[in-house]
C-alpha cells in the first residue's frame, strides 16, 4: 500500500538556526498536506499543496511539493521556541490521506 | 465554531471492559475520521465515513474495534473487549469533501489506559 515516509525522526537545533524536514511518498500524491503538533496536543493543519513544483510560504516556514509529486519539504527559517512540536505530511493518494511518521523538532533557546 | 469535539478526554479501563469513545465533527463537513496514534506506529487510520457511510475500515485492528456514524453530528468508536495494547491517543477528525481533498480538524483526542 501507499507509504509516506519522513525524515529526520528527530531534530533538535539551537534557537535562531533553520530547519528542514522531509517527506517521500512510495506513488504519485493528488496533494501533499502538513500538520503541526505540539506537545500534548493534537494535529493541527497548516497547509495543502496540489500543483507540480509548489512552493508556498507562510511566515518563516516554506513549504515545496516535488516535480514529480512524490516528495516535499517543509524549511523553518531561524526558528523560535514556539515551532517547538512534531511536523506531519500526509499525501492524498487512493482516496485517503496517509501521515508520515512526522519530525519532532525541540529547540534549545 | 467549537471545532470536532471528543469526549472523554481521558479514560482508564480495566482489561476487559467495553470502551467507548464519542465525536461531535465540525457542522458542514461531510467525511470523519478515527485515528490511533502510539509512539511506536505514529498516526493510523482506524475507519472513516463519507456523509455517515463508512468507507474505508481496512485499518480497524481486530473485530474488537467497531464504530458507527448514525447522524452528521455524532459518531462512536467502541472497543469491546479492551485489552492492554488499545492504549494509545484516539483522534477523530472531520473534512470537506467534495471533488478534492481539504485539510482535517482534529478534536483534542481521548488519551485512553488499560491497566
Known amino acids: 500500500g501507499q507509504q509516506v515516509m519522513q525524515i529526520p525522526q528527530y531534530q533538535h537545533v539551537q534557537e535562531g538556526e533553520d530547519f528542514t524536514t522531509y517527506c517521500n511518498s512510495s506513488?504519485?500524491?493528488?496533494?501533499i498536506q502538513w500538520y503541526k503538533q505540539r506537545p500534548g496536543g493534537h494535529p493541527v493543519f497548516l497547509i495543502q499543496?496540489?500543483?507540480?513544483?509548489e512552493v508556498k510560504k507562510q511566515k518563516r516556514l516554506t513549504f515545496q511539493f516535488g516535480e514529480a509529486k512524490k516528495n516535499s519539504s517543509l524549511h523553518i527559517t531561524a526558528t523560535q521556541t514556539t515551532d517547538v512540536g512534531t511536523y506531519f505530511c500526509?499525501?492524498?493518494?487512493?482516496?485517503?490521506?496517509?501521515f508520515g511518521q512526522g519530525t519532532r523538532l525541540t529547540i534549545n533557546p | 465554531d467549537a471545532g470536532v469535539i471528543q469526549s472523554p478526554r481521558h479514560e482508564v479501563t480495566e482489561m476487559g471492559q467495553e470502551v467507548t469513545l464519542r465525536c461531535k465533527p465540525i457542522s458542514g463537513h461531510n467525511s470523519l475520521f478515527w485515528y490511533r496514534q502510539t509512539m511506536m506506529r505514529g498516526l493510523e487510520l482506524l475507519i472513516y465515513?463519507?456523509?455517515?457511510?463508512?468507507?474505508?475500515d481496512s485499518g480497524m485492528p481486530e473485530d474488537r474495534f467497531s464504530a458507527k456514524m448514525p447522524n452528521a453530528s455524532f459518531s462512536t468508536l467502541k472497543i469491546q473487549p479492551s485489552e492492554p495494547r488499545d492504549s494509545a491517543v484516539y483522534f477523530c477528525?472531520?473534512?470537506?469533501?467534495?471533488?478534492?481533498?481539504?485539510?482535517?480538524?482534529f478534536g483534542s483526542g481521548t488519551r485512553l489506559t488499560v491497566v
Open positions: 477528525a472531520s473534512s470537506l469533501r467534495q471533488l478534492h481533498s481539504y485539510g482535517y480538524t
Open positions: 500526509a499525501g492524498w493518494g487512493a482516496q485517503k490521506l496517509v
Open positions: 499543496l496540489v500543483k507540480s513544483g
Open positions: 465515513f463519507n456523509n455517515n457511510v463508512p468507507i474505508d
Open positions: 506513488t504519485t500524491l493528488s496533494n
